[in-house]
Each structure stands twice: as C-alpha cells, then as structure tokens.
C-alpha cells in the first residue's frame, strides 16, 4: 500500500489529479477484484488457500500500469519508450518469484498480471471518457 500513496503522491505534486486518481483507486479495485470476487469464484485451492489469481501479481501490475501512465501523462510517449523494456520486468521477477517459492502456479501470477494492469487500463479509459463527455456537455 505504500506505493499506492508514494505514486498518489508523485502524482499530486506534479499537478496532475488524473493519475492520482487512477492511482488512488486502481490498484486497490484491481485486487477486491482478484482477492474478493474471483478467488472464491474460480475455487482453486493451493496448500489450503485460494491461489488464483495472485494478489501479489495484481497489486504490481497495477502500480507498474500506474506509474506508466503517470510517466505517459509527465513526459508524453518517449517516456513510454523509453520504459517500455523495464515496465513489465518488475511483474515478470514477480510471477517468477511466486512460481519458484511455489506460492502460485504460473497461471496465477499470469492473471494477477492481467487483471492488475487490466484494471488501471479500464479506470484510465473510463475517468477519461468521463471527462471528455464532461466536457462535451458544457
């Protein structure tokens, strides 16, 4: 959680309330929604818990996703660029480290993946279609 508020933060010194706001809720809805819904859903226990998806793989890839949109939105597309070799290293040393410890099978930290940078993808599309029918609307 602590990079949650390190990166809302980031994003409030910069000026730029958009990416505090993706920040602030996007990594947290990502895991209620790997944590709280789709664990008991799929059902599949490892070692007596709930294994799939990781939360652990969710939680980093939805701040990776977040702090990329903040260097996207600070610095335009050569940030991007520029990140884009590093950007999913942080997840891919995570799901390594979750399969190796055998804390979760590869399918796990793979959807804990997805669904992290899935879900601050869906909240930056929908705060900016939001806004941009805001706008519209004045």
């Known amino acids: ?32 929604i790997a944590e709280g819904l789709l664990k008991p859903i799929v059902g599949r226990q490892e070692n007596g818990i709930y294994g ?29 660029l520029a990140a884009a070799p590093f950007l999913p290293l942080l997840p891919l040393v995570m799901t390594i480290g979750l399969v190796q410890t055998h804390w979760h099978q590869m399918s796990d930290a793979i959807a804990g993946d997805l669904i992290g940078a899935g879900t601050v993808l869906g909240i930056t599309w929908g705060l900016s279609v939001g806004i941009a029918r805001r ?3 004045r």
């Open 135 to 137: 706008q519209v609307r």
């Open 1 to 32: 959680m602590s990079g949650i508020g390190i990166l809302t933060a980031s994003s409030l010194i910069l000026k730029d309330n958009f990416s505090a706001a993706v920040a602030v809720t996007g990594p947290p809805l990502a895991v209620v």
């Open 52 to 80: 799939f998806p990781s939360g652990h793989a969710t939680a980093l890839a939805a701040l990776v996703a977040s702090v990329a949109l903040l260097a996207y939105r600070r610095w335009g597309r050569r940030a991007l």
